[in-house]
């Protein structure tokens, strides 16, 4: 916790460019690992319109690197799984109310919950109450979840930050205030690849035929997809003369599964499996095709302009469950996909999701140049849209949707 008090936002004395007076206070709440990445780039974001404005809340070493002031770590929020959500919910639960108690007394222009839906959206809407600016800044998946959801989102958020281009409309259509800012990751990818460096940074030859692996970057993902993905490598090395395969592991614990798959993974002679740390950008981009789980890595290799099969499985009564709810409305996955509007990928979820069927898909691209280039142009066409047509990243594009929120003054 930060020394001092909290009093309520009043503002500071002006300077010579900034002659209103009143220098913003903002909260920030970001609820994990990718957040405190999003919202370290948004502090820049806003620190480059407003150098004295105050930048408080919740978040990790990303935010506070950028100058923010942390009332509580992430790492606090950092929750993954449904028992252990069940287990710090007591806990989880009294921090909000500690939050919601301590940011309307502060009374902040404006707060900006950054993902982490389950905790952020029911502070918002407390704040949202008590008369106070709430923004939430990354819609939660609307277009594949009940669109109604939306309708409880706006009882949150005065103004939802989307990074997709077709999100907004969704909103739209119950009143409420949404804007497309582009994607982040769309910025850390450059526009062309450079799959010569990437092959030559792992050690590839320039003409080897390349598969790289990414089978999840949870251990329950890995365990699920690992043996169905490592048996499909095997059949496309038995087709491909020399295949090199890679397999990135983002952490230790996901090595440790990824190696006692390889000990039992019988590879073809002249054909090699390669295990990473870490490196799964270079791994997509010096990669002929990319085979991984459905998720934000699609995304990435979209960014990597690579050719790719996505596959995915969740326990089979979960999927039942979700179904019969329908929870789901729609079965297209592969966010390619879903951003070009029609099956630019294959993409084989659940029942389909078999070595067989994996490794059939697989052997398709390897054996069909030009379908691969196409996949390559329309995944630039789709990083531009990304971008979206305002200049500036999608942290400056954020920034500048929150600043419209603040008082005359501030802006």
């Keep these: 916790m930060p020394n001092g008090t909290d009093t309520p ?24 690992a990718s957040g405190d990445q999003l919202g ?35 790492h606090e929020l950092s929750v993954m799984g ?11 639960l009294r921090l909000r109310r500690s939050l919601a108690a301590r940011l309307r007394a502060l009374r902040p222009d404006v707060v900006v919950g950054i993902d982490a839906p389950d905790f952020n959206l029911g502070l918002e809407r407390t704040l949202k109450q008590a008369g106070i600016r709430t923004v939430h800044y990354v819609s939660p998946s609307v277009w594949a979840w009940r669109e109604k959801r939306a309708m409880r989102i706006g009882r949150s958020a005065d103004r939802v930050l989307c990074l997709f281009p077709m999100e907004p409309a ?16 769309a910025d850390r990818f450059p526009l062309v690849s450079d799959r010569k460096g990437a092959r030559q940074t792992l050690g590839l030859a320039p003409d080897a035929p390349v598969l790289a692996v990414l089978p999840g970057s949870r251990g329950s993902e890995v365990e699920r997809l690992g043996s169905v993905f490592f048996e499909a490598a095997i059949q496309a090395a038995n087709a491909i003369p020399g295949l090199r395969v890679i397999v990135p592991a983002a952490n230790a614990h996901l090595r440790a599964i990824l190696d006692a798959m390889h000990t039992r993974t019988h590879m073809p002679l002249g054909t090699s499996i390669q295990l990473l740390d870490g490196q799964a950008h270079e791994a997509m981009v010096a990669a002929d095709v990319v085979l991984l789980a459905s998720g934000t890595a699609t995304l990435e290799a979209m960014l990597a302009k690579r050719p790719m099969v996505v596959g995915y499985r969740v326990a089979p009564m979960t999927y039942r469950l979700v179904r019969a709810l329908k929870l789901i409305k729609t079965d297209t ?26 490794a059939a898909s ?26 979206g047509d305002l200049p500036g990243t999608a942290a400056e594009h ?4 929150i600043a419209e929120l603040l008082p005359d003054e501030a802006s």
């Design 9 to 32: 936002s009043t503002g500071s004395e002006g300077t010579p460019d900034h002659p209103g007076g009143h220098w913003p206070t903002i909260a920030l709440i970001a609820g994990e």
């Design 40 to 74: 370290g780039e948004l502090v820049h974001a806003l620190r480059k319109r407003y150098p004295r404005a105050r930048i408080v809340g919740v978040g990790g070493a990303c935010m506070q690197a950028a100058g923010f002031e942390a009332w509580h770590d992430i």
């Design 82 to 92: 449904l028992l252990e959500v069940l287990r710090h919910l007591p806990r989880l």
């Design 170 to 185: 969704i909103y739209a259509q119950y009143g409420i205030d949404a804007r497309f800012v582009g994607h982040p990751l």
């Design 333 to 358: 996955f592969a966010l390619p996909n879903i951003l070009s509007g029609r099956k630019l990928v294959p993409e084989l979820m659940q029942d389909q999701c078999t070595a067989d069927n994996v």
């Design 362 to 387: 697989v052997l398709d691209l390897f054996g069909d140049i030009a379908r691969r280039g196409m996949i390559v142009t329309a995944c630039e066409y789709l990083h531009r849209k990304l971008k």
């Design 398 to 401: 954020a920034a500048m949707a």
